[in-house]
């Protein structure tokens, strides 16, 4: 069984506001228009996932809401994870051998450097710097959820905020 796999970096945010918590910041108009450029670039292109897993920073929700919406999912596949906020790559990995095998097609939405890393870890590409609301489409051919690792992962697409035109 072929897995998808779609790492996506929030979309672009605000800077923080003078007594702000980093993990408050909203989206920005233009991060309001990537998102929902890319919930329905990725309906358009029919590659709409069982699980939506995101970051529970305030960016990350509206960022997951707005592709939902675009992708008509429902509700409960939408899940808030706290662990994504600032994950590291071994708790990304950790979240994602954990997936249920069931699943064939998984978003997870959340924040750099660890969404860069982990699609360089997966796939084996040196990415550089992820910008904000970028997408990374990664297959897995006949392989499980928890034997994702080093290398297993195919880079079938990466699209940066600009590249993606409806």
């Known amino acids: ?4 796999l779609i790492l996506i970096r929030h979309a672009k945010s605000r800077e923080t506001e003078p007594g702000q918590k980093d993990i408050d910041r909203e989206l920005t108009e233009s991060g309001y228009q990537q998102a929902s450029r890319i919930g329905r670039y990725l309906y358009l292109k029919e590659l709409i996932p069982e ?4 970051s529970h920073a305030r960016r990350a929700l509206d960022t997951a809401q707005l592709i939902a919406d675009q992708l008509r999912l429902d509700p409960y596949q939408v899940i808030e994870n706290e662990e994504l906020y600032e994950a590291s790559v071994r708790t990304l990995l950790n979240q994602i051998h954990g997936l249920d095998e069931s699943l064939k097609s998984v978003i997870i939405i959340g924040h750099n450097p660890a969404i860069t890393h982990i699609c360089e870890h997966l796939s084996k590409n040196e990415m550089g710097n992820l910008p904000a609301g970028s997408m990374v489409h990664l297959s897995f051919a006949n392989i499980n959820w928890e034997e994702l690792d080093k290398g297993t992962g195919v880079v079938e697409e990466i699209k940066f905020p600009d590249q993606i035109v409806l």
């Open 1 to 4: 069984m072929k897995r998808h």
């Open 51 to 54: 699980k939506l897993l995101t």
